[in-house]
């Protein structure tokens, strides 16, 4: 006797019983199909029922199988960012310190540089001046600043990268990877009043970045910015719909800060008090990270006086010595201040390991 499976009710002989029986092609196979169909097709219609295909993805409907790409998928739930946008500018670490001139490291704090070190790790040639405006900072004259490398690069591929506005003068503007000893390694050139300046170069020997002019005096330009990474491709910026140039990243302050202060930084204002050879110091050992080199002092310290914890002067200082590179200094002092702990009357006397 044949018989029904539970669930769908679908034929099946008992071979023990139905084996004389003649095959039953409408029974054993083809009812047995109709019935297999129309379930599948009642789970097919009420899998469609727990998804509406009124409902999206993303913006996409779901009446269909939906693929999601980056340009369909937000950056987070408050910036709707594409993530194909936001992969778009992504950037390569600067091989320079205090580059983006819109917010620059100044522990100097002037705003007017007419030699040498200006802001920090940037030097001033001769005859050139640089003020530090809102946005940048303008170079104006002859020549250039440069910053310097404690040695040359490896032999890599490397770009290196200019943005700058309200550029006037005779000379064009340039944009030079260089070695201090042997010269240029490449350059770029333009009269271009404002943009981007880029050059891709392959070498081991660079050791300074140059970016100014050519010797006339009435050169003058806005410097926003300026990268030098690995690679052939620059990441400093992008142009938007509008064709305006864009940053791709804003770096962060206190990390250039940190990088900066390998080279200068303010003397430590708290300082112990000891007796040696019957001369007073104030002095500490460490006191930051380490620095290039042993610093110098960039202030002559010698009458300026240090006080108290009331702020009342209780001595002068009559010699400085750094004697490593973390901040060990010791200031000799006119007379026993007569406590344990002074202070410089100021926080900004500043320390050099500059290049």
């Known amino acids: 006797?044949?018989?029904?499976?539970?669930?769908?009710?679908?034929?099946?002989?008992?071979?023990?019983?139905?084996?004389?029986?003649?095959?039953?092609?409408?029974?054993?196979?083809?009812?047995?199909?109709?019935?297999?169909?129309?379930?599948?097709?009642?789970?097919?219609?009420?899998?469609?029922?727990?998804?509406?295909?009124?409902?999206?993805?993303?913006?996409?409907?779901?009446?269909?199988?939906?693929t999601l790409t980056g340009e369909n998928i937000a950056v987070s739930t408050t910036d709707s960012t594409?993530?194909?946008?936001?992969?778009?500018?992504?950037?390569?670490?600067?091989?320079?310190?205090?580059?983006?001139?819109?917010?620059?490291?100044?522990?100097?704090?002037?705003?007017?540089?007419?030699?040498?070190?200006?802001?920090?790790?940037?030097?001033?040639?001769?005859?050139?001046s640089l003020n530090v405006v809102d946005g940048g900072v303008n170079v104006i004259g002859k020549w250039d600043i440069e910053q310097f490398f404690e040695k040359a690069l490896p032999n890599r591929t490397y770009t290196l990268s200019l943005l700058y506005k309200d550029k006037t003068g005779s000379d064009p503007l340039r944009l030079i990877a260089a070695n201090r000893s042997s010269g240029d390694v490449a350059q770029k050139i333009t009269k271009d009043a404002s943009g981007l300046l880029s050059i891709t170069f392959t070498s081991g020997n660079?050791?300074?970045?140059?970016?100014?002019?050519?010797?006339s005096t009435d050169n003058v330009a806005?410097?926003?910015?300026?990268?030098?990474?690995?690679?052939?491709?620059?990441?400093?910026?992008?142009?938007?719909?509008?064709?305006?140039?864009?940053l791709n990243e804003i770096p962060d302050f206190g990390e250039q800060l940190r990088r900066c202060q390998r080279y200068c930084r303010p003397l430590p204002h708290k300082l112990d008090v000891c007796l040696d050879s019957n001369i007073y110091f104030a002095y500490t050992e460490e006191s930051f990270e380490e620095m290039r080199s042993i610093p110098i002092c960039l202030t002559?310290?010698?009458?300026?006086?240090?006080?108290?914890?009331?702020?009342?002067?209780?001595?002068?200082?009559?010699?400085?010595?750094?004697?490593?590179?973390?901040?060990?200094?010791?200031?000799?002092?006119?007379?026993?201040?007569?406590?344990?702990?002074?202070?410089?009357?100021?926080?900004?006397?500043?320390?050099?390991?500059?290049?």
């Not at 600067?94 to 100044?106: A, E, I, K, Q």
């Not at 410097?223 to 690995?230: G, R, S, T, Y």
């Open 206 to 215: 660079c050791d300074k970045i140059v970016i100014g002019f050519a010797g």
């Open 82 to 128: 594409p993530i194909s946008g936001a992969v778009k500018y992504r950037t390569n670490p600067n091989l320079l310190d205090n580059w983006y001139f819109g917010r620059p490291v100044n522990q100097r704090g002037q705003t007017e540089y007419t030699s040498n070190y200006t802001i920090d790790r940037w030097w001033l040639q001769a005859d050139t």
């Open 300 to 355: 002559n310290l010698v009458g300026k006086n240090v006080l108290s914890i009331t702020e009342s002067v209780c001595a002068s200082i009559t010699n400085v010595y750094t004697f490593n590179m973390f901040g060990g200094v010791a200031i000799a002092l006119s007379q026993n201040p007569n406590t344990d702990i002074v202070f410089l009357d100021s926080k900004l006397y500043l320390i050099s390991a500059d290049l």
């Open 222 to 246: 806005t410097l926003l910015a300026v990268k030098l990474e690995l690679g052939s491709t620059q990441t400093l910026a992008h142009q938007n719909s509008s064709g305006n140039w864009v």
């Open 1 to 66: 006797m044949s018989l029904k499976t539970k669930l769908l009710e679908l034929f099946k002989y008992e071979p023990d019983k139905d084996g004389a029986q003649t095959f039953n092609i409408k029974s054993a196979l083809n009812d047995n199909w109709d019935k297999i169909e129309a379930w599948a097709q009642s789970v097919k219609t009420a899998l469609t029922k727990l998804v509406p295909t009124s409902r999206t993805v993303n913006g996409k409907t779901l009446s269909a199988d939906v």
